[in-house]
């Protein structure tokens, strides 16, 4: 039984974040990142993916995307991943004794 679910709630439990991998899961595929659906409606947030490490997330709004680092909105998907994977990256250089710089 996986550990999203609890068996003593019935048929009331979903599975709410499927892997990547997971049959059921709703991906979009982009150059190098796979977003995996996580809930919502609008905007619809999706997991992003890196080969096997979880990026953070992104944001489907009607007439653009967003990430969870900037307030920036952006045309593609791909353009949102890509921001989000440049964050993480420049804040992992910018780290000085465990804190990360100002």
Known sequence: MS???DPD???CCELIL???NHP???LIEISGYTLVYCNGVCPKIYRVYKCESM???VFQH???WTNEVDEKQYAKPLNAAVALDDFLNTASMA???GNIAA
């Open 62 to 64: 009607i007439t653009h």
């Open 3 to 5: 550990f999203l679910q």
């Open 55 to 57: 990026l953070g997330l």
């Open 95 to 97: 780290k000085t004794d």
């Open 24 to 26: 059921n899961a709703e």
């Open 9 to 11: 709630w019935g048929e």
């Open 18 to 20: 499927l892997s990547p």
